[in-house]
């Protein structure tokens, strides 16, 4: 699991931000940000590696979510527990800290200010997990491109390059050899399934919840994890 988090470090390419290495004064809290991301990730893959029973592929990281959290597909209001629905204690067993800065100038809602990021699709992947009743620690959430793709703004998302998928295939694969052989995968959206099907791995696809595609995605998931 170290190698995997070091090689993460190791990624650098314009118009990305890497959660695990970068820190941009604008708008983390300070310098240490990278290694609190480094240290929320390794505590929320170590328990699921050897465990986890189905893998969810979803994308690339937002700026509401593992941009700051560090965890692909989890937000910090979730790791603070200022989630409606999720606690820290279901990601890390424990509280996560906060990497955004309250006064980033591109932090536009009182809430972001207070409460830190917040990322429907995280709320409706985690939602998904818990209403289905399973134990979190079964479940192992990822994306196809593990960094944040990013227009001008470093509040922006934009769809990961070709190159950046084929890039971001590498930690997938690494990932997967880190866990259970039996592990059942699923793709979350086009990009995460094409990537995969690709590279010749097995994985169901997945209605992205964004978009109006929430309702699906939940009857998807919830077929998928019987």
């Not at 100038?105 to 992947?125: A, I």
């Not at 295939?169 to 997967?176: E, G």
Request: glycine share 6%; aromatic share 8%; hydrophobic share 35%.
């Amino acid at each position: 699991m170290k190698n995997l988090i070091q090689s993460l470090c190791a990624y650098h390419e314009p118009d990305v931000f890497n959660p695990w290495s970068d820190y941009d004064e604008q708008c983390d809290i300070g310098p240490e940000a990278p290694d609190i991301r480094c240290r929320q990730l390794q505590d929320y893959l170590e328990p699921r590696l050897n465990r986890a029973r189905i893998l969810l592929i979803a994308e690339a990281a937002g700026y509401q979510g593992c941009r700051f959290t560090g965890i692909p597909i989890t937000c910090e209001r979730m790791l603070l527990d200022e989630h409606k629905q999720i606690s820290s204690a279901l990601i890390l067993g424990r509280r996560g800290e906060r990497t955004s800065r309250p006064d980033c100038t591109f932090m536009t809602s009182r809430p972001q200010q207070e409460k830190g990021m917040n990322e429907p699709t995280d709320t409706y992947v985690w939602g998904a997990i818990v209403d289905n009743g399973i134990d979190p620690q079964d479940v192992l959430l990822w994306n196809i491109f593990p960094f944040h793709p990013h227009k001008k703004s470093p509040f922006s998302n934009r769809t990961p390059s070709d190159a950046e998928l084929a890039a971001g295939l590498s930690y997938a694969k690494a990932l997967l050899n880190l866990c259970r052989p039996d592990i059942r995968v699923a793709a979350i959206g086009r990009k995460s399934a094409e990537t995969l099907e690709g590279a010749g791995i097995t994985a169901e696809t997945m209605r992205h919840p964004a978009n109006g595609g929430a309702s699906l995605f939940r009857q998807q998931f919830s077929r998928f994890s019987r």
